[in-house]
């Protein structure tokens, strides 16, 4: 059996793994445009930050790891022109080469989105999407005094942490009422008071064009204009489907391609896994597009196993996030509440603020938000503060699992003083809900 | 509604509360022994330590609080010496009282267990089960060179930290091979390499008696002799149950008041909830004696809505716990093998070790273990090292909600780097035991 694989990121590269773990025997081929395999993004901020020296790091493994240990044919600097059925071409080295395939995987990964404004193509304008872009982000920060950063989901928070902690002043632009805004205002707020300490923030702007003569000079809104020698742009993603596309393969509503829980596509030994393909929301049970990396691994995994002949179920996931700026944790687990209401339910929620442990101990505070439908099935949990990570860990785990307002207050989660407390944040978020919902 | 509530604690004053939100005319009088009410004498070693400043800091609130601002009739200092249908005798303020019920509850906590050896009473010889003794034994720990602790579970542990970080010298005496003995050996060797660079830990030692005039000056085992100025006795604790016996309420196997999902005794309108009561174990699905804080407070709270004349459920925990040795977090959520093994489980089992965060951090190394039953229902999980509050509050909302080893691989926990890794441990885990089930 000859398995193409497209893109060695993290779908690609667990799929690649699973395959040749279960079929030794079979000649299984990834095709990634990077000198890179196995990269991982997520940690550029730290790179830029000086928190991780080296890029390479960022990589779980080398191609030759892939290639030695587990006996997987890695073309890397390789980029797939055209997908046909059972075959691709292929440029690398400079030449073109034509494979056949038996199975073939998409793993093409998602790109950043970009602002679609003139002159965005002037050097100094990077996203932080690629691991390749950190080096040039260090290099041109390094000479920097202002950047502007555009968007303040995870990446463009994380990017203004790291380049304010080189010493840089930050523009942060925002197109929205408040950062992070897949978050509710009552969390956004909070965030946004601590952000303003650090940063320069413009809220409800919109960038109109960047301006500069070979390099970036300035970024213009529709409310004033900010010199800069470079602009972050984070302003979310898309998926990467263009050969899918080209070969036929169908692609859901979001946009990216369609898969069933097996990660077959709409053809017939075509797989899609990782950011380039849709997976279902364990929340509302619909198919939705979340390119983030944990899911991507699994959706990879479970490719894997199928293109090998075995049978696994991916069964969605949640759109989980954990994030930070300096002391402040973020973290959200399935549906906010403006989220909740635009997907048609009628959600009731609690917002509440507490220390996040004991009363007694020298520990910060946390505000958690639980958002429930008017059954008392949880749709998603939002906090920030000090303590997030684990209340995020077992929100993820109870949604996952499908839970009302009475398993998050009974859930069984343990007491130790200098970590949380004996009634929870999440146990009193949920019988704050008790009232709302007639629970005596 | 007379409402008699015994003790004062984390589950009486819930019930209490409870009690007078949803039925504010009724009358609920709490008779408590000590001179707090809401205690948490979980915060004992933290006081020890000298990291909690006062005493009182330790209780929830006040009993003025529960007085003026709840409307409960709040007897502190007050011992119930008898108790009869419809009626108790309490002692206080060196008189004795009769006041009848309506409703009862058993809320009499546990005690610590002795050592049944001679000369226990010897002073210096103390347990941390009672806030009122901190007090005692901070003081004389204050003036104490060398102090032995008996028992190496949490409890033996905070202490050991505390009164080594006082710079004084323990020596820790645990009857069996390994310290946390309810855990596996794998995690306590781990705890055992670490706590014998801080304390002079003496395992497969029984204390056979202690010795002294008017105050210990030595502790004896089966295997030698130890000159100290302090005890700390931790070797568990057993319910108070004597009042309920006396009644005529019956008592379940493990020696707690025996106790339905509404926190009903055997005995019309007698509840019983908190240290002194059975609940369900979860995880086996069978009764059992489990006295921790967390389940205290949420039994009180369901035995208070019960007794209120509502309904409600209890169902039951999973002896899930946190602790901490200096930097080395320790945590359990559910069986450990060896627990699954006397349950007549024949369970399989993955320990794995890695770093807690992603690999490019800098920051510590986890090590877990997950246990599961031969048809991949998880059974229980333990880790050890750093980040290790996040996984056991993920493990035990999971195994609150009956999971299999599939689940804990695709719950969708968060990646960030800092916090947690792509593949975390607990997935990985997973992952190691589908090769020991056959899932591909």
New interface residues.
Partial sequence: MRIAIIGGG?AGMSAASRIKR?RPDWDVKVFERAAYVSH?P??VP?YVSG??RDLA??C?YDTDFFREKRGIDVHARARVVKVGKGFLEVVENGQENTYEWDKLLFATGARANSLNVSYEELEGVLCVHYIENGEKVKEIAARSEKIVVVGSGYIGLEMSEALTRLGKRVILIEKEENPIPDFDPEIGAILKKVLENKVDVRFNEEVVSIEGKDRVEKVVTNKGEYECEMVIVAVGEIPNVELAVDLGVKLGKSGAIETNSKLETSMKSVYAAGDCAETVN?ITGEKDWIP????A??MGYVAG?NI?G???E???????????FYDL?V?K?GLSEKEAIKKGFDPVSATIKTKST?????NGEITVKLVADSDGSVLGLQAIGVGV??????????L??K?NVK?F????????????R???PL?VAARNLFRKLG??
């Fill in positions: 993290a279960l991982a997520c940690g730290f928190f991780v790091e960022l779980a364990i983030l990396a944990a899911p691994n699994k196993v090998a075995y049978k696994m991916f069964p969605g996931a949640l759109r989980s996030q954990l994030t930070s944790e973290g687990a004991a009363r007694y101990m020298p990570a684990k209340r995020i860990y077992a929100a993820s785990s109870l996952y699992k839970s398993d207050f009974f859930v069984d989660i343990p007491y130790y003083p200098p970590e949380s004996v009634w929870d146990i629970i005596p």
